[in-house]
């Protein structure tokens, strides 16, 4: 196993993620694949991991140690980790912040990764055990950035998913700029349903108004639909806006449509 990796970008444009990892060919391996491999093989993104294990100076490596006051688990100890951090940060562009995976964090969401797609870099702490020592988050840390209320056995996971997150709104990753700007939650609603090929399967047709050529009619079928699966879904998300007039109507014949009540 690599002490770390890196892929180099071509470009002053590119965009550069750090990832303090015990395990770097995990995120080596996920960095190869799909959207985000292929933004890496056109250097439109730089990964760049380092490993804490590497900055232990006992001649066991040691990273982690018990907590003081007693409990299980271990805690990953402060200076490999400072270390790996600072050895990290140095390679990374000016106005890269260090971000912790932390069930203690922020929740993630889209907003934030728009956010993070303006930043020239981001480097992500993907701790293990019971977490990093708490001095290391306030001497280190930026932000603490959570995927949601469910604990994983590491950081390495989280910290690719946000990393794919973000790499799919910059510039040029994705094959349709369009993409992007009409997935869930970019426009603080679900998607709409999606059909393809062929016209009519397990006795289920495509709806007829996606085959009319009209595009007028498409975009409010969608727009109605993502509103009213947000509703049902996710009410969460419809109340945090504010909808016009056009979207209560469109909300009430869905729901009509659907045999739904308000």
Not at 86 to 103: D, E, I, Q, Y
Not at 131 to 142: N, T
Not at 198 to 225: C, F, M, N, T, Y
Request: proline fraction near 6%; hydrophobic fraction near 40%.
């Amino acid at each position: 196993m690599p002490a770390s990796f890196t892929s180099t970008g071509n470009g002053t444009d590119t965009v550069r993620f750090g990832v303090v990892t015990l395990f770097p060919d995990l995120v080596a391996d996920v960095a190869g694949y799909g959207v985000l491999g292929r933004a890496v093989e056109r250097g439109l993104v730089a990964l760049d991991c380092e490993n804490p294990r590497e900055h232990a100076t006992d001649p066991h490596r040691t990273v982690d140690d018990r907590p003081y006051g007693g409990g299980p688990g271990m805690v990953m100890k402060y200076e490999p980790s400072a270390a790996a951090i600072a050895s990290l940060a140095a390679r990374m562009p000016a106005g890269s912040p260090v971000v912790c995976l932390s069930p203690q964090g922020t929740r993630f969401d889209q907003a934030t990764a728009e956010r993070y797609a303006g930043l020239p870099g981001l480097v992500l702490l993907a701790g293990r055990y019971e977490g990093f020592d708490e001095r290391l988050i306030v001497d280190a840390v930026d932000e603490e950035l959570s995927l949601g209320d469910f604990v994983l056995s590491g950081g390495e996971i989280a910290a690719m998913a946000v990393i794919d997150a973000v790499t799919r709104l910059l510039p040029g990753v994705l094959g349709d700029a369009e993409s992007a700007a009409q997935e869930s939650f970019t426009t603080g609603l679900l998607d709409h349903p999606h059909y393809t090929r062929p016209e009519q399967v397990a006795g289920r047709e495509v709806p007829a108004v996606l085959l009319s050529g009209d595009h007028a009619a498409i975009a409010r079928w969608r727009h109605k639909q993502a509103l009213g699966r947000s509703f049902l879904r996710r009410p969460d998300l419809v109340r945090r806006l504010n909808l016009n007039a056009e979207q209560r109507a469109l909300l009430e014949e869905y729901l009509q449509e659907s045999g739904k009540e308000t």
